[in-house]
């Protein structure tokens, strides 16, 4: 069965650092775009980024760009979410979801991850 | 960016009932190979998002018929036939024309 399990998130201050992980299971890995996805207490959803199957290439959103990188291990099945400078307003549940498509990224998602939650506080 | 305004933005159903939630985009959604890159989503309570239909009227995996997806170039339409217990949530359309991928403002669907 096909897993998506997000760890890392707690409480940080602004302007701190934070690395949420997504650890896939139960599909060929290496072979899809994964996505971060985030919901702000409340509020609808908002596309963070995108990593290639390959980690070749990386697209983020306006809100994100410069300060979230992501990154991937597929030799351990693993996507990284790295968040700097981070802001009050980055506070939300974050998921990692994977594209619906095999070796293209086709922007829209088919299985999620449970979501992790970041609080940024002081 | 694309922005998508769903209504209503709350939805008491009676099961066995038919629902019914619009999705409007503020640019065409219809791309030159004729599909139409809007997509329908559920959040169940405490849950994750699950993917409904993609590419406007395309069923995913294990989604019952019930669902069912319409519309083209702007105005989009996610029918129930005839809606269950199960299917309460926050609805979420969704479009990926053009990047970013942006989502509409949700759809609350409960039980009357």
């Known amino acids: 069965q096909l897993h998506l399990v997000e760890s890392g998130g707690g409480v940080v201050q602004p302007g701190r650092s934070l690395r949420l992980s997504c650890a896939g299971s139960g599909f060929t890995f290496g072979r899809f775009g994964i996505h971060w996805v985030r919901q702000a207490p409340g509020k609808g959803l908002e596309w963070v980024g995108v990593i290639w199957y390959d980690g070749s290439k990386g697209e983020y959103g306006d809100s994100v760009k410069g300060r979230f990188t992501i990154s991937r291990d597929n030799s351990k099945n693993t996507v990284y979410l790295q968040m700097n400078n981070l802001r009050a307003d980055d506070t939300a549940v974050y998921y990692c979801a994977r594209d619906y498509r095999e070796i293209v990224v086709s922007y829209y998602f088919d299985y999620w991850g449970q979501g992790a939650l970041v609080t940024v506080s002081s | 960016e694309i922005v998508l305004t769903q209504s209503p933005l709350s939805l008491p159903v009676t099961p066995g009932e038919p629902a019914s939630i619009s999705c409007r985009s503020s640019?065409?959604?219809?791309?030159?190979?004729?599909?139409?890159?809007l997509h329908w989503y559920l959040q169940k309570p405490g849950q994750s998002p699950q993917l409904l239909i993609y590419l406007g009227s395309n069923r995913a995996s294990g989604v019952p018929d019930r669902f069912s997806g319409s519309g083209s170039g702007t105005d989009f339409t996610l029918k129930i036939s005839r809606v269950e217990a199960e299917d309460v949530g926050v609805y979420f359309c969704m479009q990926t024309v053009q990047t970013p991928p942006t989502f509409g403002g949700g759809t609350k669907v409960d039980i009357k």
């Open positions: 640019q065409s959604l219809l791309f030159s190979n004729a599909r139409n890159y």
